[in-house]
């Protein structure tokens, strides 16, 4: 059968995350829903995403492959599956590649963008879209936290209660912050080999509180040693959080940049 890799775009909103759950609405569940009534098979059609997005978190550039016992052209793929999918979950790129791609296994890196919304009450309009923080920030402190940010660190001070993972060391290539002033947002990006339970929401919390001056602005580097989630305490929300890509190709220099203000 052939293997489909797969670029989805989707508003968590309305999904309890990524991974299908009993009696819930899924972005795993509805992709396997659309794709079991166009294959007209016995045979399940099983979805493999490159990882879990919890409820409420968005994705810009999701990576998913399936095999499916009809060959069908890539392009006749991406029309079929956007003809059957809701309207809060998009095909953006399909294409066949080898049997030996994973899209959890093969990933080398991602990348994770945090949009956080300014101002004294929250925005009705962006309150699914926007993390929202009121108290003023200096960013310059947040930039000379960054990197300590960046770096392979032990991040057990970063991972929430839930997660399955053993080995909490991870390798964050780069960080970056910068204001839209446009939206009236401060927006975050970070790129690196994988990433813990709630890890970037725990993060955000941290650089938010430092920029507020609740913190010291190298705080990093102690909670790295004491690797406590309870001295992080905040976890940032779920809504202003994306998937923005995930990377196949070994980390190049695009992704290996030091910390510094987002293009």
């Not at 200096?138 to 929430?160: C, Q």
Request: glycine share 8%.
């Amino acid at each position: 059968m052939p293997r489909y890799k797969v670029t989805l775009a989707y508003d968590g909103t309305n999904f309890a995350g990524y991974q299908v759950q009993p009696h819930k609405r899924t972005v795993q569940g509805v992709l396997e829903r659309a794709l079991n009534k166009m294959s007209k098979r016995d045979d399940y059609v099983h979805v493999v995403g490159s990882g879990r997005t919890d409820a409420g978190v968005h994705a810009l550039g999701q990576v998913i492959h399936f095999d499916f016992p009809h060959d069908i052209p890539a392009q006749g793929m991406l029309r079929g599956l956007n003809s059957m999918l809701p309207l809060d979950c998009e095909v953006v790129a399909c294409e066949v590649v080898p049997q030996s791609f994973h899209a959890r296994y093969t990933a080398h890196a991602k990348t994770y963008v945090y949009r956080v919304s300014r101002g004294e009450f929250v925005n009705p309009f962006k309150r699914n879209y926007t993390g929202h923080y009121k108290f003023k920030l200096d960013l310059d402190k947040i930039r000379a936290a960054l990197p300590d940010v960046e770096g392979t660190h032990d991040y057990s001070s970063f991972v929430a209660a839930g997660s399955q993972a053993t080995n909490h060391v991870r390798t964050v290539y780069r960080a970056t912050v910068r204001e839209d002033q446009a939206n009236d947002e401060v927006v975050f990006s970070f790129t690196g080999n994988g990433f813990l339970y709630n890890q970037v929401r725990i993060m955000v919390a941290t650089l938010l509180e430092i920029g507020a001056g609740r913190r010291p602005v190298h705080d990093f580097q102690r909670l790295y040693v004491v690797k406590d989630r309870n001295e992080c305490r905040e976890t940032a929300p779920a809504s202003g959080l994306y998937l923005k890509a995930v990377y196949y190709d070994q980390p190049g220099s695009e992704l290996t940049r030091k910390s510094g203000e987002d293009d």
